[in-house]
């Protein structure tokens, strides 16, 4: 089994959708939670991270945690065509050295 | 700040070829990452440094692949002899703490043919 699962996609989304990726995963130790964007071509950039279960939100996104189920989503409200990219997620333990990633979410938003 | 640079941005070698990839990180970063994105793939860890030390290279195919980072900045990864499966990008990262997160560069796109 891999730490981490992600629905790969593609995911096509019209402008203006609110727009749902998730990930979920199975060593129980995880407890940093990071969303990164990457663009064709580009390395990753990071969106958001949280700590340990709960909601952060920054803008447009907002990404949940939920520790019990081993969940993780990130929730793009009215999604913009400058938005199409692939999602990754990434978790690590308290004290581990790397970040284990998911394999993406690919994500167009049609104007 | 400046990014993470990477170079070159794409390399075409035939198998059994030898390469190299250089990543220079943030100013002030200590921790430096090189990772293998497979297409379509995540990208996974082949070694951490920390300033000039080693911190995990667990996942390194060391009969092939090899690293270093003098002086505790840049860094370069090399692969003798590559093989057809190593085609992939080759993301160097640096950050400043772990909990922060990672600042990734373009990459490096690998073709091995």
């Known amino acids: 089994q891999k730490e981490v699962e992600q629905d790969p996609g593609p995911l096509s989304v019209p402008e203006g959708a609110i727009v749902s990726l998730n990930c979920t995963y199975s060593n129980s130790a995880f407890q940093y939670f990071m969303w990164y964007r990457q663009y064709s071509r580009k390395g990753p950039e990071l969106l958001m991270y949280?700590?340990?279960?709960g909601n952060k939100e920054d803008g447009r996104f907002t990404a949940q945690v939920d520790k019990s189920s081993k969940y993780i989503s990130l929730f793009i409200r009215d999604s913009q065509p400058s938005d199409s990219a692939t999602y990754l997620c990434a978790m690590s333990t308290n004290t581990g050295n790397q970040f284990y990633f998911g394999t993406g979410t690919s994500l167009t938003v049609i104007p | 700040e400046a990014g993470v640079a990477q170079s070159p941005r794409y390399k075409i070698i035939e198998k059994r070829q030898s390469v190299a990839f250089w990543c220079n990180p943030i100013s002030g970063h200590a921790t430096l990452y090189w990772y293998q994105q497979i297409l379509g793939q995540g990208p996974k860890l082949l070694i951490q440094?920390?300033?000039?030390?080693?911190?995990?290279d667990s996942q390194l195919p060391k009969d092939r692949f090899s690293a270093e980072r003098l002086k505790g900045v840049d860094s370069t990864l090399k692969i003798q002899p590559a093989k057809l499966e190593d085609s992939a990008v080759y993301l160097c990262?640096?950050?400043?703490?772990?909990?922060?997160?990672?600042?990734f560069g373009s990459g490096t796109r690998l073709t091995v043919v």
């Open positions: 990262a640096s950050s400043l703490e772990r909990v922060s997160g990672y600042t």
């Open positions: 949280t700590y340990s279960s």
């Open positions: 440094f920390q300033n000039n030390g080693v911190v995990d």
